[in-house]
């Protein structure tokens, strides 16, 4: 896999993203993210799953606008392609059926923040990076399924601060208002995540994943029925930008 690497610590892998300089979304990057979750879904010996970064100071810098901008000029169908994309993203995400830890060891802004949440857990390391959501700055809303997966995770008045003055947030800040499970050193993030990652593909994974799947329901649902139709308006208005009609 050209953007990613899976690098097996007994029963568990480890995902590690290598795009570019700041693992930013792409069409490409986000499909060969989906292949790797399904075969790791499917392969019996793998009992969980750690995403983490393997380019310097970035866990992901969110959606790369400059390639959007770029693609639009040339195929903006492909930019509607990606859009959606981040629905599947979220989708695949929340109802993985193994345990999925983020081991955040870099910035993680915009979608590259959100789509932690939608993991199991969040372990973020102390001593680098920064949580952050631009989305009011740029001009993007949040489309009902993140809303739904932050909601889950954190208590309404930490989104509230958090979307409406998009400053930075530290690891310890972060775990404050909820976003982040777990507080780490860079040498001990890694091996607690898979350790997690381990005891919890311990326990019997038909009924974890029923659990999780009962649990994240409304959350997935929303995912699933609003978001397409928030796309589609988003969309319209993206389109107008790039030129169209």
């Known amino acids: 896999?050209?953007?990613?690497?899976?690098?097996?610590?007994?029963?568990?892998?480890?995902?590690?993203?290598?795009?570019?300089?700041?693992?930013?979304?792409?069409?490409?990057?986000?499909?060969?993210?989906?292949?790797?979750?399904?075969?790791?879904?499917?392969?019996?010996e793998v009992r969980g799953v750690v995403i983490?970064?393997?380019?310097?100071?970035?866990?992901?810098?969110?959606?790369?606008?400059?390639?959007?901008?770029?693609?639009?000029?040339?195929?903006k169908g492909k930019v509607l392609e990606f859009l959606k994309s981040l629905n599947t993203f979220m989708l695949k995400v929340t109802a993985f059926p193994k345990p999925m830890i983020a081991a955040i060891n870099g910035h993680a802004t915009g979608m590259g923040a959100i789509i932690t949440l939608c993991m199991d857990y969040r372990f973020m390391q102390g001593d680098r990076g920064f949580l952050r959501l631009p989305e009011i700055e740029i001009n993007i809303p949040f489309l009902p399924g993140m809303v739904a997966i932050f909601h889950e995770?954190?208590?309404?008045?930490?989104?509230?601060?958090?979307?409406?003055?998009?400053q930075k947030y530290t690891a310890d800040m972060a775990k404050a208002c909820g976003f982040v499970d777990r507080v780490c050193s860079a040498e001990e993030l890694r091996p607690a995540a898979v350790e997690?990652?381990?005891?919890?593909?311990?326990?019997?994974?038909?009924?974890?994943?029923?659990?999780?799947?009962?649990?994240?329901?409304?959350?997935?649902?929303?995912?699933?029925n609003d978001d397409p139709a928030a796309i589609e308006k988003m969309w319209g208005e993206m389109n107008k930008s790039f030129g169209g009609a």
Do not use: C
Request: aromatic share 10%; net charge neutral.
């Open 1 to 44: 896999m050209a953007n990613l690497a899976i690098e097996k610590e007994g029963p568990v892998a480890v995902m590690v993203w290598r795009h570019e300089t700041q693992n930013r979304f792409t069409l490409d990057f986000n499909q060969e993210i989906f292949a790797a979750l399904d075969e790791l879904a499917a392969d019996r």
């Open 153 to 166: 995770v954190t208590p309404p008045p930490a989104f509230r601060d958090m979307t409406y003055n998009p």
């Open 52 to 75: 983490t970064s393997g380019v310097e100071k970035f866990f992901s810098n969110g959606l790369h606008l400059e390639w959007m901008m770029q693609t639009a000029m040339a195929d």
């Open 196 to 224: 997690t990652a381990k005891k919890l593909g311990s326990y019997k994974l038909s009924t974890f994943a029923a659990i999780k799947q009962g649990a994240r329901a409304k959350a997935f649902e929303i995912m699933k």
